[in-house]
């Protein structure tokens, strides 16, 4: 089973608005990301967790706020997002960062759309 | 700086009609090469996993193989289901994030 699950799958959402998004997997792996894609271009990182740890967060503005309850969670917490946040957002993880087996593992997404 | 490339942009190939893409790669540290096949407003789904210059791996009609520059995907006879945005990353030492390059868009026509 290879299967990271995102909810929910399409998100709209006011610019006043606090929303989550949730991210869960039952694969084992201790490494989990939250990745923002913007149409016709590539995944862009935002967050790393290793080990229930942030240890990555790529200068990302302070209106998102991700969060990992345990290794099997993740999720991203918005507040008062511009219409230029609008995009898929992906959740992946992976067994680890380090040596072998490091291939990362995406849910289908979902799509933020900022009225 | 470190640079992960990919060539073409687009690729519009017959159905049955063999190509390859290219993933050309400027890093300190390599620590993995990785395929992923990308439908429109899905997630990328993973192909392949490659460590080391010569290693090749096959999957179907695709076959990924790389050198200490580059990366190829193979795609022999393809068909109109093999119409999808490939995308390569890399994982660099020393750092837990997987670098994408900007991707393939293949079309099969039949």
């Known amino acids: 089973d290879t299967e990271v699950t995102q909810t929910p799958k399409h998100l709209v959402m006011g610019m006043t608005n606090k929303k989550s998004l949730k991210c869960e997997q039952h694969?084992?792996?201790?490494?989990m990301y939250w990745y923002k894609q913007k149409a016709k271009k590539p995944p862009e990182l935002m967050f790393v967790y290793s080990y229930e740890k942030l240890s990555i967060n790529e200068s990302v503005p302070s209106r998102f706020s991700p969060e990992c309850p345990n290794s099997s969670l993740l999720n991203l917490h918005l507040h008062a997002l511009q219409p230029e946040d609008s995009a898929l957002y992906l959740c992946a993880s992976s067994l680890g960062t380090g040596g072998l087996n490091t291939e990362a593992f995406f849910g289908q997404g979902t799509r933020l759309t900022v009225v | 700086e470190d640079q992960v490339t990919q060539s073409p942009e687009a690729l519009r190939l017959q159905e049955g009609e063999s190509s390859s893409l290219n993933c050309s790669y400027t890093v300190s540290g390599l620590r993995g090469l990785f395929w992923y096949r990308q439908d429109p407003g899905k997630g990328p789904e993973f192909l392949f996993t490659?460590?080391?210059a010569g290693e090749e791996k096959e999957k179907e009609r695709l076959k990924a193989t790389l050198t200490k520059k580059e990366s190829f995907l193979h795609i022999t006879a393809p068909k109109p289901e093999d119409s999808a945005t490939y995308l390569c990353a890399v994982r660099l030492s020393g750092a837990n994030n997987l670098f994408f390059g900007t991707g393939t868009r293949l079309t099969v026509i039949p």
């Open positions: 490659l460590y080391s």
């Open positions: 694969m084992g792996h201790r490494a």
